[in-house]
């Protein structure tokens, strides 16, 4: 069956990977969902993630998922713009997420980036996902 939405399957899966507290989660591989996991990289929602290449173009990420004190550092991950609503931001109307502890993830000309570097870089775009 295909996947309408490759992103919002992704945070799915580290979703649920979460609930049941496992260390790594698997998912198809994409340049938007690299980009996205650049990004929880660097701000320190997770611990990393590696690309295994099959082939014909087919590649997958393992996602190392990030644990604090027994409880997952994400504590929530939820996507903004869907394939039937996107959701367009400028810059000085980006949105904060818990009064600014969490981030936005935006998708802007500049590359994906989260919202305090879209701030920084002035540049507003689409907004693809929250994290706290």
Sequence with gaps: MAVTDPLGDMLTRIRNAQMRRKGKVSTPGSRIRANVLDVL??????RG?????????????????????????????????KPGRRVYAAVDAMPRVANGLGITIVSTPKGVMADHAAREANVGGEVLCKVF
């Design 49 to 81: 993630y590696s690309s295994t290449e099959f082939g014909n173009g087919r590649t997958e990420f393992e996602i190392e998922l990030k644990y604090f004190e027994g409880q997952p550092v994400i504590r929530e991950i939820s996507r903004v713009s």
């Design 41 to 46: 990289q660097q701000e320190g929602y997770i």
